[in-house]
């Protein structure tokens, strides 16, 4: 019954996020308000990170350095990836503010794949201390 609430967790993060992007194409919120693609890079990080420690823990025991990569690191991996198509593809124009925004939006998605990692971290069972230090 937990993994169902986790996963229903996960379902309707994914939601409001999905939700939340529908209403800011629909009236122009990412161009009125500029936090709000930093709203939705955090959401976005905080999302990946907890559905890849969901997949990385069906399959691999999950110990503190494995929490790490499968929270924080996918969360970076998948934001730069996304903003590496944005700039192939040509989605978001190269203006002086190109660096700075995609910057920022890197670091949104790794500060919710921080907040992810510290959740997970506080409600598994995952132990912080080595097990060859003991």
Same mark, same amino acid.
Request: no cysteine.
């Given at each position: 019954?937990?993994?169902?609430?986790?996963? #229903?967790? =996960?379902?309707?993060?994914?939601?409001?996020?999905? !939700? %939340?992007?529908?209403?800011?194409? &629909?009236? @122009?919120? +990412?161009?009125?308000?500029?936090?709000?693609?930093?709203?939705?890079?955090?959401?976005?990080?905080?999302?990946?990170?907890?559905?890849?420690?969901?997949?990385?823990?069906?399959?691999?025991?999950?110990?503190? #350095?494995? =929490?790490?990569?499968?929270?924080?690191?996918?969360? !970076? %991996?998948?934001?730069?990836?996304? &903003?590496? @198509?944005? +700039?192939?593809?040509?989605?978001?124009?190269?203006?002086?503010?190109?660096?700075?925004?995609?910057?920022?939006?890197?670091?949104?998605?790794?500060?919710?794949?921080?907040?992810?990692?510290?959740?997970?971290?506080?409600?598994?069972?995952?132990?912080?201390?080595?097990?060859?230090?003991?």
């Amino acid at each position: 019954m937990k993994n169902h609430k986790y996963l #229903f967790g =996960l379902l309707i993060l994914i939601l409001i996020i999905y !939700v %939340l992007h529908i209403i800011s194409l &629909e009236y @122009f919120l +990412y161009w009125r308000f500029l936090w709000t693609d930093i709203l939705m890079h955090f959401l976005g990080g905080l999302w990946i990170s907890l559905a890849s420690y969901h997949f990385a823990a069906k399959f691999y025991d999950i110990n503190f #350095f494995a =929490l790490v990569v499968s929270t924080i690191g996918t969360a !970076v %991996l998948i934001g730069v990836g996304w &903003e590496l @198509f944005e +700039y192939v593809f040509g989605i978001v124009p190269y203006t002086k503010w190109y660096v700075p925004d995609t910057v920022s939006d890197i670091l949104m998605d790794m500060i919710g794949g921080i907040v992810g990692f510290f959740f997970i971290l506080l409600f598994s069972n995952i132990k912080i201390q080595n097990e060859k230090y003991k």
